[in-house]
């Protein structure tokens, strides 16, 4: 009997007296291979606090129109606002700096300067701009040299020493830059000494917090037209935000028809100033040759 009839006659009386006979076999070319051990993730960064909102300012005027009549002798304008998301802690920590400018429509101005010829004064040369503010004003919570840099003023145009004015090409080419500034000097000079250019280092005041209010005064002497009012805040010499709202100088009454009916009818306007000449000529003669008689 060969050895494999032997095993399976020893497999088969194994199995009849109930005796379990392990088999052996080799693993399997697809037995899967033990799990590897999980990779270690990295520690998530820590949530950075949500950053603040940047601050803004909000302002507007009391009056968007003031009306110029008979009886006009000035006015003021009351510029308010406040700070949007405000981190001052109080009124008078000076937290923040703001400065209101006030600026009138732009017009052209001739500048003369005047010389020594021969003993007398006369004027010796001529300088035109084609536009210089008819009003500038401006206001800050304390001298703008103290919380700003002169290169953010200028850009900005912000104090007397940064208004814009446009030279004339003509008149640019034949003066040199230091006799240009000059000319600006004396424009800026002229405009204060007649009220029309000011200057008011305490003129912005804080009632809270965030809130804040200016008033700039105007003289009778403003030229009637549009107004621009700019709001600029600053902190540590940074320019945060501004704001720009508008004022218009209407005339009103009977001003503003006589100006309409010279501007737009000059002819018949021009015919009517000749016969009141006239006429009043004619009354003051009948009056005083009532008096002689």
Not at 121 to 129: D, M, Q
Not at 230 to 259: A, C
Request: no cysteine.
């Amino acid at each position: 009997m060969s050895r494999r009839v032997m095993i399976l006659l020893l497999i088969l009386a194994a199995a009849a007296a109930g005796v379990v006979v392990p088999v052996f076999h080799e693993p399997s070319a697809f037995a899967q291979a033990p799990p590897s051990k999980a990779k270690k993730r990295a520690p998530a960064p820590p949530i950075a606090p949500p950053s603040l909102p940047p601050e803004t300012v909000e302002a507007d005027v009391s009056t968007r129109t003031i009306a110029v009549t008979s009886g006009y002798s000035g006015a003021e304008i009351l510029v308010f606002g406040t700070i949007e998301n405000s981190r001052q802690p109080s009124a008078e920590s000076g937290f923040y700096d703001v400065v209101v400018v006030v600026e009138g429509a732009p017009e052209a101005l001739m500048v003369r300067k005047k010389g020594r010829v021969a003993g007398l004064w006369v004027n010796t040369s001529t300088f035109n701009f084609n536009a210089v503010p008819s009003y500038y004003a401006v206001a800050s919570t304390r001298p703008l040299e103290e919380f700003a840099d002169a290169t953010i003023l200028d850009e900005n145009g912000i104090g007397l020493d940064a208004v814009r004015m446009a030279a004339a090409a003509d008149s640019a080419i034949r003066v040199s830059s230091e006799d240009l500034i000059a000319y600006k000097s004396a424009v800026t000079r002229l405009k204060q000494s007649a009220s029309l250019f000011k200057r008011d280092d305490y003129g912005v005041v804080f009632t809270g917090r965030s809130l804040f209010r200016a008033t700039i005064g105007l003289p009778a002497t403003v030229p009637v037209g549009p107004l621009t009012a700019r709001v600029f805040l600053f902190h540590e010499g940074k320019l945060l935000s501004r704001y720009q709202s508008r004022v218009v100088l209407e005339r009103e009454g009977i001003e503003r028809w006589l100006y309409a009916f010279a501007f737009e009818r000059p002819f018949l306007n021009g015919m009517v100033a000749v016969l009141l000449a006239l006429a009043t000529g004619l009354l003051a003669s009948a009056v005083f040759r009532r008096r002689i008689a």
